[in-house]
């Protein structure tokens, strides 16, 4: 399999045995398919400058009081090549990669340009094992049915992770079509908390998790985070998590369940404006770095 060296990988990490494919226990890919998104483009550019950016985060986390890149290893392999593959032909390609490492015991956190791409990802999970919940941060529902005619949208990736007959709970949802409202409503597979009701008390973390199987595939579209943390993404919306509101409720996650592999979409990088890959690049290493905390990588 070929890796990134220090000068292109994740954190930038120069010591070797930290980030061989063979010897690294996380492995960090990269899906820069982008095809359907419906308002900003350059979301294909979004893995590569929350690499870049993660060069500039610091491998020591206060928090947690340790350096937990050198608990694991992780490892940065090539980016996905999606020439001529569209549609039901990228998904299939996400799948069979992420399928890849996951057959080799590896932690897989992957990036992402539009959240189509998750799709391909919980596929390759479900392979293995289907006694997992889904847990999609976002601002909008993604459940539409299809998306200008397309059923592989970003917009309704969600709606095709829903028609495997995984369990599916929402956080920071606050955009969404009245079709996706009442696909909430009858579907006993589909659990949401809206981005209104997170801002009087932290009960909902608490709630929302008790919901989910012991088991968790994690989805982050960065713009279920607010535009004042994240502000490149491709549809932004006011009033998502806030950045240590969002780390608390992972951490709680990392504490009480078992995140068997995540990733982060959805990024739409904008020139001279580094806040958003920043912010992305530091949020995976304190997610790994939870995971880490709690004995559970």
């Excluded at 992420?98 to 999970?125: I, Q």
């Excluded at 009701?197 to 279920?224: E, F, H, P, S």
Aim: hydrophobic share 40%; proline share 3%.
């Amino acid at each position: 399999m070929e890796f990134l060296s220090a000068e292109n990988n994740f954190l930038g990490i120069t010591e070797p045995e930290l980030f061989d494919y063979v010897k690294s226990r996380v492995i960090i890919q990269s899906a820069p398919y982008e095809h359907t998104s419906s308002y900003l483009q350059g979301s294909n550019l979004g893995p590569q400058a929350i690499i870049e950016a993660s060069h500039f985060v610091e491998f020591y986390d206060e928090e947690t009081d340790q350096e937990a890149y050198k608990k694991f290893g992780i490892c940065t392999v090539r980016e996905m090549d999606f020439k001529g593959k569209v549609d039901e032909d990228a998904v299939s390609l996400i799948e069979a990669e992420t399928a890849y490492h996951l057959d080799r015991n590896k932690f897989v956190v992957s990036l992402g340009a539009e959240h189509t791409v998750s799709l391909g990802f919980v596929k390759a999970f479900k392979k293995r094992s289907a006694d997992f919940s889904v847990l999609q941060i976002d601002a909008h529902s993604d459940l539409r049915d299809s998306y200008n005619g397309n059923k592989y949208s970003h917009a309704s990736v969600l709606a095709r992770i829903h028609d495997l007959g995984l369990p599916i709970s929402q956080v920071g949802i606050r955009a969404q079509c009245r079709e996706e409202a009442e696909l909430i409503r009858s579907s006993p597979l589909i659990n949401t908390w809206y981005a209104h009701q997170l801002q009087d008390n932290d009960q909902w973390m608490d709630d929302c998790i008790a919901n989910l199987k012991d088991r968790v595939y994690l989805t982050i579209d960065a713009d279920g985070f607010d535009p004042s943390v994240m502000p490149a993404v491709g549809t932004a919306e006011p009033g998502g998590l806030h950045w240590h509101q969002g780390l608390k409720f992972l951490r709680k996650l990392a504490e009480k369940k078992h995140i068997i592999g995540f990733d982060i979409v959805e990024c739409a990088p904008r020139e001279n404006e580094i806040l958003t890959q920043f912010n992305l690049a530091k949020l995976l290493y304190k997610i790994l770095g939870y995971c880490s905390h709690y004995n559970k990588l």
